[in-house]
T-cell receptor
Framework: DGGITQSPKYLFRKEGQNVTLSCEQN?????MYWYRQDPGQGLRLIYY???????QKGDIAEGYSVSREKKESFPLTVTSAQKNPTAFYLC???????????FGPGTRLTVL | AQSVTQLDSQVPVFEEAPVELRCNYS??????LFWYVQYPNQGLQLLLK??????LVKGINGFEAEFNKSQTSFHLRKPSVHISDTAEYFC???????????????FGQGTELSVKP
């Protein structure tokens, strides 16, 4: 079955450590997105990529970094510069001929 | 700039009652409109979308929404809810972009629907 996978589902890290969240899709979609979800705030866009080797900052990119070396993969690194990293992170993808984004199951990051 | 406002953060309703979740948007250009549902600790699932054409859009699980351009609204409705409809619902908007590429999604803050027996 085609879809988006995110791993791990739950992630715990100590404050000051960088951590990388995985996002893989086998939908052959060109565009991929990372969102952060906090209670009562909806989803906010962190980074997005519309083509391999290119990506743009979203609304809350500070303290995060991404890469897009392969079409199917769009990992997100939460750096120690992110002041409040504990949140639920959602990855999504979007094909050029479709109008909606497809979402992965999410990763809940807790920084202790 | 685009924005989306979901007018109710929480909507409690009894099973088999009708429900309406309200969504208003602002945009200076034509848009696509979406409703997504999120069950606890899961990703988002598309319920329905408005791209063009008929202003009444039918989606999965018996939900429907009506696009009202003059009121810039896209309210979600279901005539009779089930316990299993308990979830968070998000309204979202994106620009119409050339060549059907779609665009970035702007989300509302979400509405928690709680269906009670």
């Amino acid at each position: 079955d085609g879809g988006i996978t995110q791993s791990p589902k739950y992630l715990f890290r100590k404050e000051g450590q960088n951590v990388t969240l995985s996002c893989e899709q086998n939908l052959n979609h060109d565009a991929m997105y990372w969102y952060r979800q906090d209670p009562g705030q909806g989803l906010r866009l962190i980074y997005y990529s519309q083509i391999v080797n290119d990506f743009q900052k979203g609304d809350i990119a500070e303290g995060y970094s991404v890469s897009r070396e392969k079409k199917e993969s769009f990992p997100l690194t939460v750096t120690s510069a992110q002041k409040n990293p504990t949140a639920f992170y959602l990855c999504a993808s979007h094909g050029l001929t479709r109008n909606e984004q497809f979402f992965g199951p999410g990763t809940r990051l807790t920084v202790l | 700039a685009q924005s989306v406002t979901q007018l109710d953060s929480q909507v409690p309703v009894f099973e088999e009652a009708p429900v309406e979740l309200r969504c208003n948007y602002s945009s200076s250009v034509s848009v696509y409109l979406f409703w997504y549902v999120q069950y606890p600790n899961q990703g988002l699932q598309l319920l329905l979308k408005y791209l063009s054409g008929s202003t009444l859009v039918k989606g999965i699980n018996g939900f429907e929404a009506e696009f009202n351009k003059s009121q810039t609204s896209f309210h979600l409705r279901k005539p009779s809810v089930h316990i299993s409809d308990t979830a968070e619902y998000f309204c979202a908007v994106s620009d119409l972009v050339k060549d059907n590429q779609g665009g970035k999604l702007i989300f509302g803050q979400g509405t928690e629907l709680s269906v009670k027996p």
